[in-house]
């Protein structure tokens, strides 16, 4: 009987040795640990290892503070940072500033939020669009169908790529598909 006791006890001390070793070896992979915001979704996850996300390369650049706000007061963080492919036309900040003075603060208030979503989807196709293939759908006539259910035309002009009637200004991959940065708004036109 004493002999199985000591089993056991020495079983149990094993058990709580490899517990504590489990919890020290994650308290020194700080590099790769993940942390999690207020926000609950995916975007919340802090990964210190990956490549950037769309989100993140938005959030880390100055010229789209004003999209970021947009995304996290309409709540869409976490369709940026799904695993894709997806490709996004991202307006800089002066291209908010182009819209009809008052329009952006009226819109960031929290009884637009679905109308906001609606705006900000209209600049996201579910797809993988690097500029390769943007040219390859625009000599084709076709349409890019985007996250709030609309088409874009894309075309394809002696200076450059157009996208619902903007200029692609600069293109950048990230791990999630595509950044083509715009200056202009896509509002849909419903």
């Not at 979704?41 to 999209?67: H, I, M, P, R, W």
């Not at 797809?127 to 890019?144: I, M």
């Amino acid at each position: 009987m004493k002999t199985r006791n000591f089993i056991w006890v020495v079983l149990l001390l094993l058990g709580l040795l490899s517990c504590q070793k489990k919890e020290a070896a994650k308290e020194e992979s700080g590099a790769a640990a993940t942390e999690i915001s207020e926000h609950k979704g995916q975007a919340a996850v802090q990964d210190n290892v990956s490549e950037a996300n769309a989100l993140q390369v938005a959030k880390s650049l100055d010229d789209f503070k004003t999209l970021v706000a947009a995304v996290e007061a309409a709540g869409v963080q976490d369709a940026l940072v799904n695993a894709g492919p997806l490709t996004v036309f991202a307006p800089v900040n002066g291209a908010f500033d182009k819209l009809p003075e008052g329009t952006v603060q009226e819109l960031l208030k929290p009884e637009n939020k679905a109308k906001l979503a609606y705006i900000l989807t209209n600049h996201v196709a579910p797809a993988n669009y690097p500029d390769t293939q943007l040219k390859k759908e625009a000599s084709k006539g076709r349409k890019l169908y985007m996250a709030s259910g609309q088409y874009l035309v894309v075309e394809d002009k002696e200076d450059g790529i157009y996208v619902g009637g903007t200029k692609i200004l600069k293109t950048v991959n990230v791990s999630n598909g595509w950044i083509h940065v715009i200056d202009n708004v896509l509002v849909p036109a419903e």
